[in-house]
């Protein structure tokens, strides 16, 4: 006899079995994946599942099957062929989870799957309490169990041999899936049609497989694929979470070790190698593009002495403390690095020129200048910058390095707390020339200049009728640099004309302050040869007196004798014109150019300032004395007046005061200085008269009215 079945019933079966064997394979997968100790209990669980899995398959089979009569379960063997499902699907798991898959296990596998399956089915089916007893066509039972065996070893293969890695590739999985649940289905179904029922057959004892047993089954299908599902999520999600914590930590630790790699452990900066490599970088980034950068390396004073004496708990609090200000006074620079010991080095692309490089440093310095508590000590940081920039002071990170150092040790023989741009001293000269001339070009517009004023005092009355305006270039990284130094390159290129000019308008200025507040002081102003040579030279001095309406007599010029004396004839035009405006000529650094004093005849000149080489060794030299005994007579002969310059003793005044020199001017007197703090000074020894009142200052001179106590005085 055989019954027909419910087509859906079969369809739900097969379907049951290539789902369960789907999970069954990814579970496969999970375990081979798992970690040692876990993979016990996923194979575990995995094969009950499966083989719950497979033997509902079996009883959904056996419900599709329309029977005449109830049929009635054995316990005992039910539960055996349950167990059996089991240690297939774990034989299964094992296999499919291994690393390797040799055609002899591959054999032996499909095997034991096929077996396996074909033993659950047969056990079900001999639990079933029927008489008379099923009988079996051989042939058929053979096929079913070679189907089994067959699709087995198939799936087995699949999966296997196209899987890539250690896990299936999606479709093997899926055809391996195919194949095994054609395995199972087919060995029940094969199986099934291999039996034959006698009709009125009946069953006694056992368990009767009704509807209910429906419901349960399918519960344990759902609730056995559930378990699946619930396992390989876990387990993904255990794997994606240590996964991720894995990566985390890794990165972490990268992050940590390139850290320390490159940063100082005690104060967070940048180390050395760290420095270094920005440094090459920067380097070929402003190689690229033209850019400059600064270098500074910086240097605490001290720093030994704070550290033996207050410990180097306190030393390292106090590198912390520098490291803190560093960064916040310069948080524009590229890199910010300790050398180790109290050494800092700083890179920055923020600076254009040397002057805001020192700019950066003075901030840095006073910064770090500020008091600080050690050990209930207030304890002041001093500390010196040395600078090279590129690409002026090298074109490599070493010479860069280097050279930085070379300037941060000038900084310390200078006294420290100061810093010092890196300057070339070895064959250097023409590169620190030609940066010398580029500082100049910008030291007008960047309000660099000043003038400082040297009292030009009477000899006989001790007044000050006069002053000499004294240029003063503050370079920002040289600090005052000498117009000896950078008069020359003005003139050489054209740049004395405006800067000329800006000397006359502000000695103009001043002029006009001091003769409002009631000082009537004329200011000598210094014109380069280049200056007397200029076309609008007239035009220039009158528009400076016109806007200070400065009387003209307050107004001196000094030209230098070699100015003078070439093109004469152009100089006696000028000179006459200057005259007729009424200001005041003098002749600077006389006795220096020209033997040939005769010429002065022709010239309208008011002054002679006799040069500062010839005071200096009028005292021991008779021959120097001479010269300035002649140049003195020979200006009253002409009716000007004598100043003697670089004055710095009280010897060479009296001297010159015996020898009838009408003012001096010099260090015994006073230094320039800026106006202000000359106005004591002034006040305390202006002249009564008018300056340019000659008669006055010659009624004067006849009076003996000189300090007694500067000639008392005997300190040469
Ligand atoms: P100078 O016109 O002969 O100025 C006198 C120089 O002697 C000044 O030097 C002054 O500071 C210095 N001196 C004054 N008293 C003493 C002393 O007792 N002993 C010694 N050893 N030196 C003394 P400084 O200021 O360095 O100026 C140097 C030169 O630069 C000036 O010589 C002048 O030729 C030029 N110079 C200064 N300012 C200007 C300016 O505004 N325009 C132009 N064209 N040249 C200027
Ligand atoms: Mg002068
Ligand atoms: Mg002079």
Redesign the pocket.
């Known amino acids: 006899m055989h019954a027909p079945y419910n087509s859906w019933l079969v369809a739900l079966s097969i379907a049951v079995a290539v789902f369960v064997s789907y999970t069954a394979f990814r579970l496969a997968a999970r375990v081979a994946e798992a970690s040692r100790p876990m993979r016990r209990y996923w194979l575990i669980g995995g094969a009950s599942a499966m083989g719950i899995g497979i033997w509902s398959m079996h009883f959904i089979g056996m419900l599709s099957m329309s029977m005449p009569m109830v049929l009635r379960y054995d316990i005992p063997m039910t539960v055996a062929s349950l167990l059996i499902a089991i240690v297939t699907s774990w034989m299964a798991i094992r296999i499919a989870a291994a690393d390797r898959l040799g055609s002899r296990a591959l054999a032996l596998g499909g095997l034991v799957m096929g077996g396996g399956i074909a033993a659950m089915h047969y056990l079900g089916m001999a639990a079933i309490d029927i008489t008379p007893a099923i009988r079996y066509r051989p042939a058929l039972v053979a096929a079913s169990i070679v189907v089994g065996i067959g699709a087995s070893s198939g799936a087995l293969w699949l999966t296997f041999h196209l899987r890539g890695g250690r896990t299936a590739h999606p479709l093997a999985r899926l055809g391996g899936a195919l194949l095994m649940g054609l395995a199972i289905s087919g060995t029940h179904y094969i199986g099934m049609a291999a039996a034959t029922f006698a009709p009125h057959s009946r069953c006694y004892g056992g368990i009767a497989l009704d509807n209910a047993w429906l419901a349960v089954t399918i519960a344990l299908v759902s609730v056995s694929l559930l378990v699946f599902a619930l396992m390989t999520d876990m387990h993904s999600s255990e794997l994606a979470a240590r996964a991720q914590a894995h990566a985390a930590r890794l990165q972490q630790i990268n992050a940590q070790l390139r850290y320390q790699a490159t940063h100082d452990g005690l104060t967070g900066l940048l180390n050395r190698d760290a420095f270094l490599a920005r440094l090459a970088a920067a380097l070929h980034e402003a190689r690229a593009g033209a850019g400059r950068f600064a270098v500074l390396a910086l240097d605490l004073d001290r720093f030994k002495l704070i550290n033996d004496s207050l410990g180097h708990g306190a030393g390292d609090r106090l590198l912390c403390e520098v490291a803190r200000r560093l960064r916040a006074m310069s948080p524009d620079a590229d890199a910010i690095a300790r050398m180790g010991g109290d050494e800092f080095l700083v890179l920055t692309r923020s600076v254009e020129n040397a002057e805001e490089a020192g700019t950066l440093a003075t901030k840095i310095i006073q910064g770090l200048s500020k008091p600080l508590r050690l050990e209930s000590l207030e304890v002041l940081v001093a500390s010196s910058i040395g600078i090279s920039r590129y690409p002026n002071d090298g074109g490599t990170p070493e010479t860069l390095l280097a050279h930085a150092d070379e300037a941060l040790y000038g900084a310390k023989r200078r006294g420290g707390r100061t810093f010092q741009c890196f300057v070339p001293e070895m064959n250097g000269f023409a590169q620190e020339r030609l940066q010398l001339e580029s500082d100049l070009n910008h030291a007008l517009t960047r309000g660099q200049f000043e003038?400082?004023y040297?009292p030009r005092v009477e000899v006989v009355s001790a007044r000050v009728s006069s002053v000499?305006?004294?240029?003063?270039w503050r370079h920002p990284a040289r600090g005052y640099i000498?117009?000896?130094t950078f008069?020359p390159i003005?003139?050489e290129t054209g740049l004395?004309v405006p800067?000329?000019e800006w000397?006359l308008n502000e000695?103009c200025r001043q002029a006009r302050r001091w003769h409002s507040s009631g000082l009537a002081l004329r200011v000598a102003?210094?014109?380069?040869a280049l200056?007397f040579r200029q076309p609008g030279l007239l035009r220039t001095i009158a528009a400076a007196l016109a806007a200070e309406r400065l009387p003209p007599q307050l107004l001196e010029l000094?030209i230098?004798e070699s100015v003078v004396m070439t093109d004469a004839e152009t100089s006696v035009g000028i000179l006459e014109q200057l005259s007729h405006m009424g200001v005041v000529v003098s002749v600077?650094?006389f006795g220096t150019g020209y033997s040939n004093m005769s010429y002065l005849q022709r010239f309208p000149i008011d002054r002679l300032?006799i040069?500062?080489s010839f005071?200096?060794v009028m005292n021991d030299d008779p021959q120097s004395t001479l010269i300035v005994q002649a140049i003195i007579s020979l200006a009253h002969n002409l009716r000007m007046k004598v100043i003697a310059?670089?004055?710095?003793t009280t010897a060479q005044l009296r001297r010159l005061a015996s020898l009838g020199c009408d003012q001096y001017?010099?260090?015994?007197f006073g230094?320039?200085m800026p106006a202000d703090a000359l106005e004591p000074q002034l006040r305390a020894h202006a002249s009564l008269g008018d300056p340019s009142d000659t008669a006055a200052t010659r009624a004067r001179l006849s009076r003996p009215a000189w300090d007694p106590s500067l000639l008392a005085s005997n300190d040469d």
């Open positions: 003038l400082h040297q000499e305006a004294l240029l003063r000498s117009p000896r008069i003005a003139e004395i800067i000329g000397v000695a102003v210094n014109l380069s200056q000094e230098t600077d650094d300032k040069d500062a005071i200096g310059e670089g004055v710095e001017q010099g260090f015994l230094q320039p």
